[in-house]
């Protein structure tokens, strides 16, 4: 298959297609890759109760993360590089691969919505979840000698 490399008119496209299409272009911003989607059964009727609680437990964190970025993002008030935590979620957002820094605040969001950000960026993984992968390291119990026992070793 050939790799090609979308015009500015298709790379900017996202949604459906037409008013009684059920096609959809989904564009991926950071690799600029465009696919189509067919829609073969779509939903109809009203939505569920379980749906409508899906609905609204989204949006109120999509509320809470767009409220902290406006607070964080690079402004006259904040710097041209935003606050402090705004860097910190950049850098978090580099090291575990993620294409956007709101997918960085809702991984570090609470079941009530406030955003605690780990203190410093997480190293990259082999697994690309950001968890730390394999043991590494020592794996003898006892300590050599002039490490100072039980303290870690910087």
């Not at 600029?32 to 609204?56: C, D, I, S």
């Amino acid at each position: 298959m050939a790799k090609i490399t979308p015009i500015d008119v298709i790379k900017g496209i996202s949604g459906k297609y037409g008013s009684g299409s059920n096609d959809y272009f989904a564009t991926n911003k950071s690799s600029n890759q465009v696919r189509l989607a067919k829609l073969v059964h779509p939903y109809e009727g009203p939505a569920t109760e379980k749906q409508l609680a899906h609905q609204a437990k989204f949006k109120a964190r999509q509320e809470s993360a767009s409220a902290w970025l406006n607070a964080n993002k690079p402004s006259a008030q904040n710097g041209t590089k935003g606050t402090e935590a705004y860097q910190l979620a950049q850098s978090i957002k580099k090291a575990l691969h993620l294409s956007n820094v709101v997918q960085v605040v809702h991984k570090y969001m609470d079941e009530e919505g406030k955003i605690k950000l780990p203190t410093a960026s997480p190293q990259p993984s082999q697994n690309g979840e950001g968890e730390q992968t394999g043991g590494g390291g020592n794996t003898n119990p006892t300590p050599s000698p002039g490490t100072g026992g039980d303290k870690p070793e910087l």
